[in-house]
Structure formats: structure tokens, C-alpha cells
């Protein structure tokens, strides 16, 4: 296991978790089960993650009649997905938060040099009042990552309520964003060795978008 940054939070590797990561990783698994296994763990992202956003006293009467002193989510949230992989993350959310903005980022890796490539965003106008949690199932080198969140920055998100919710990572991708951002937390399922020479994760699982929206 890695040391981690304070602001990185890695999910309970139990015996379910590590189940779910080995099924998404075999280069056997067909699309189908590609799909239905890795929003199963984008489920457990999103609801840890929701655990990182701070609450506010809040006062209930149950059926009892009964004084219930419990919290409530403070703040506003949004999502913004790194297109296109990120965008398979976007059910997860809408299944726990209803109704929920969703914001797009077009970033694309140069197959060659694997530099990130901005090509489009539309963002919540209101998002600079709003807790982000950005989407995107793999972090490679981080560059994709931190171009997405110098957009969210230029639009005025304060980088404490960014959240980075991710399946796999490399301690490469994970030192580039934490060295530049120490107020943003990344959530993700698991820290992999590292990166082979075209910047693949491994062991990784592949390309993810591939895998999630076109392969057989
Ligand atoms: C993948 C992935 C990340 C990025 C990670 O996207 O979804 O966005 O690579 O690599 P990095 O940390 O080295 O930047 P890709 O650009 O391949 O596009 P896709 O979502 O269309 O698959
Ligand atoms: N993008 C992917 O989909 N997989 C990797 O291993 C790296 C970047």
C-alpha cells in the first residue's frame, strides 16, 4: 500500500471491492459486464465522496412527535464530467443526488505523447457557488486531471470544494495533482503501481472509455 496524501482517500480494499476491481480489469470481461461491474464501483465512489461534504444542524420532528436533532448537506453540489470516459460516472451521481447539474469538460489525450487537450466545457453558471465533484475513472500522468481543474478554477470554483472522484490512479498521477492542489480531495478505488512507456496504468484495466462505450 502507498503513503498517501492527507487529501487523497483510497476505499476499504475489502473483499467485495477487490472482487469488483479484478472483474473491470481482466481483458477477458465483455462490455456488458465492464459496464454493470464498474458502476458498481462508481457506486461506492459516490457515496464516499458524499461523505466528505460538510453538513449543517438540522432539527426534525419525526411521526413520534419526537425532536430529532440530525444534519443536512450544506451547500450546493454540481458534477462535471471529463468527457468522454468521465461521462460514465454521471448515472452514479444522478442516482444519489436527484436532479443533480451536470457540467462537461472535453479533454482528449494525444494518442502519441499523451499530453491532455481542452477542447470544450459547459459548466453550471452558477458553479463557483457550488461543491464540485469531478468525474473521471482514470488518472494516468494527471494531466487531463489538472486541465479540468484549472477550468473549474478559472470559473471561479474554490479548490477546497473540489472533490476528484476516480476507480484507478497511478502514484504518478496522484503526486502531479497533489504537489500543484493541496485543497482538493481525490477519492478514488485504488492506487496501482504505475505507468508503462505510453502512460497506460498498470496493472490498469486498458483504456476505459474504449472498454465502457465501443469495444465489443
Ligand atoms: C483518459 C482518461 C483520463 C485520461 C487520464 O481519457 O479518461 O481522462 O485519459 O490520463 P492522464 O492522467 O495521463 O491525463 P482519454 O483522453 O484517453 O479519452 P477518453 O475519455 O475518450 O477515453
Ligand atoms: N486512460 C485510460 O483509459 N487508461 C489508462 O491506463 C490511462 C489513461
Known amino acids: ?7 487523497v482517500i483510497c476505499l476499504p480494499q475489502t473483499n467485495q ?3 469488483l476491481l479484478t472483474i473491470i480489469r481482466d481483458k477477458n470481461t465483455n462490455r456488458g459486464d465492464f459496464i454493470f461491474y464498474s458502476n458498481r464501483i462508481i457506486r461506492l465512489l459516490v457515496e464516499e465522496g458524499l461523505n466528505h461534504l460538510p453538513v449543517v444542524e438540522k432539527a426534525i420532528v419525526t411521526p413520534t412527535s419526537t425532536k430529532y436533532e440530525g444534519v ?4 450546493k453540489i454540481c458534477g462535471v464530467s471529463i468527457m468522454r ?5 454521471e448515472q452514479g451521481l444522478r442516482d444519489c443526488c436527484r436532479s443533480v447539474r451536470i457540467g462537461k469538460i472535453l479533454i482528449q489525450r494525444d494518442e502519441e505523447t499523451a499530453l491532455p487537450k481542452l477542447y470544450y466545457s459547459k459548466l453550471p453558471p452558477d458553479i463557483d457557488d457550488r461543491y464540485v465533484l469531478l468525474l ?7 494531466g487531463s486531471a489538472i486541465k479540468a481543474i484549472e477550468v473549474l478554477l478559472s470559473h471561479g470554483v474554490k479548490e477546497n470544494k473540489i472533490l476528484f472522484l476516480n476507480l484507478v490512479a497511478a502514484p504518478e498521477g496522484i503526486e502531479a495533482v497533489t504537489k500543484k492542489y493541496t485543497e482538493l480531495k481525490i477519492v478514488t478505488a485504488s492506487v496501482d503501481k504505475g505507468l508503462n512507456d505510453k502512460k497506460y496504468i498498470i496493472p490498469g484495466l486498458g483504456d476505459f472509455g474504449d ?6
Open 85 to 89: 470516459a468521465g461521462e460514465s460516472m
Open 211 to 216: 472498454r465502457y462505450f465501443t469495444l465489443p
Open 17 to 19: 471491492l477487490e472482487a
Open 1 to 7: 500500500m502507498h503513503d498517501l496524501p492527507s487529501n
Open 72 to 75: 443536512g448537506f450544506k451547500g
Open 136 to 142: 473521471d475513472p482514470m488518472l494516468a500522468t494527471g
